[in-house]
């Protein structure tokens, strides 16, 4: 037989190592994990034995040029495309199927999707981005010029991985327009990245409160709103992002802000949530980003403080009646609500 299979168990996941080969079968030395492995030819056919797997198997990684399909029962992923030229990872999560492909040097022709395995949605194939169609998505990004020039000087800095992606700022941008907004608040600006985009486009006689808690991050943003000139716009705020609410709140500004974006600590999203409702008009907006937290949310294995209260956040958000929602998968995934 020409599969080579190696199992390695770390932190309670099994990771699986399969070449291109005939036909192979294997278990974990504890008999509890990975119950069968089967490859072709013609495709890749990964098939688990029993639902467990989706409990307790993470990560599959292969090396194969042709179509694949992952499939647990009637949860299916399927991946088509010329050829993974490196190895590839497929994450399975109990209750959800996902599919995560890294590689270099991508062919422009591959593509990933996951189909769902609930028959009430029609067996909807649903894309995932590659590395080559966000590439795609990137490319139709309109990003003024000091953005880029603010996201490639931020990416020299620590923390850099919490700028905001230029689809999420577009976005962003796009929804303040369509509010016709004047009065906005950030929570979290980092270095200003999602903060500019707004302020750029909010009229001359608008105001963005914006809150950030680190003083050298916020330098940056604030050279950054001098260079765009939209610094009249931006009233900073160096300090904790629920003092800053609170004393919006103390100084009577209740119902009077049209737009909040909030990207501060993960594990005060409910009470920022709660300050910002009474802060945002009847048909404003509140976007929450990070929802979707590297997909964590959704691996039920995960129950760390910061991956339990985003979970439970969007648990309450879902059943609050005082806002309509739309979690949307762009960035970390955000979720847009609008106070009723």
């Known amino acids: ?176 327009q369509i509010l016709g907004a004047k009065r906005c608040i950030e929570l979290g600006v980092y270095t200003g990245y999602s903060s500019l985009a707004v302020a750029l486009v909010l009229p001359d006689s608008a105001c963005l409160v914006a809150c950030e808690r680190d003083a050298k991050s916020l330098e940056v943003a604030k050279k950054y709103y001098e260079l765009a000139g939209v610094s009249h716009k931006v009233d900073v705020k160096h300090g904790m992002a629920a003092d800053v609410l609170n004393s919006l709140i103390l100084n009577g500004e209740s119902c009077s802000y049209d737009f909040a974006f909030v990207d501060a600590e993960k594990r005060m999203n409910q009470e920022y949530f709660e300050l910002l409702l009474q802060l945002v008009r009847v048909d404003g907006v509140i976007v929450v980003d990070n929802v979707l937290w590297h997909g964590k949310v959704a691996d039920p294995l995960i129950n760390d403080a910061k991956t339990a209260s985003i979970r439970s956040f969007n648990k309450n958000i879902m059943e609050d009646p005082r806002v309509s929602i739309s979690m949307v998968p762009v960035g970390d995934g955000m979720t847009i609500c609008r106070k009723r």
């Open 1 to 176: 037989m020409s599969a080579d299979v190696s199992l390695n168990d770390r932190v309670s996941c099994t990771v699986l190592l399969v070449k291109k080969g005939g036909r192979a079968e294997a278990e974990d030395p504890t008999r509890s994990r990975l119950e069968a492995l089967t490859l072709s030819l013609t495709g890749l056919e990964i098939e688990m034995a029993s639902n467990s797997v989706l409990y307790r198997c993470s990560l599959i990684s292969f090396q194969y040029t042709g179509a694949a399909t992952v499939s647990v029962g009637r949860r299916t992923v399927a991946i088509s495309g010329n050829g993974f030229r490196a190895c590839t990872s497929i994450r399975l999560s109990r209750n959800c199927c996902s599919c995560s492909c890294s590689y270099p040097n991508p062919n422009p022709n591959d593509t990933a999707f996951v189909v769902a395995d609930d028959e009430k949605y029609g067996n909807k194939q649903i894309i995932s981005l590659t590395p080559r169609l966000y590439d795609y998505i990137l490319s139709n990004v309109r990003e003024p010029e000091i953005l880029r020039q603010l996201r490639e000087e931020t990416a020299s800095m620590r923390g850099s991985q919490m700028q905001v992606s230029p689809d999420q700022a577009q976005l962003l941008a796009m929804l303040v």
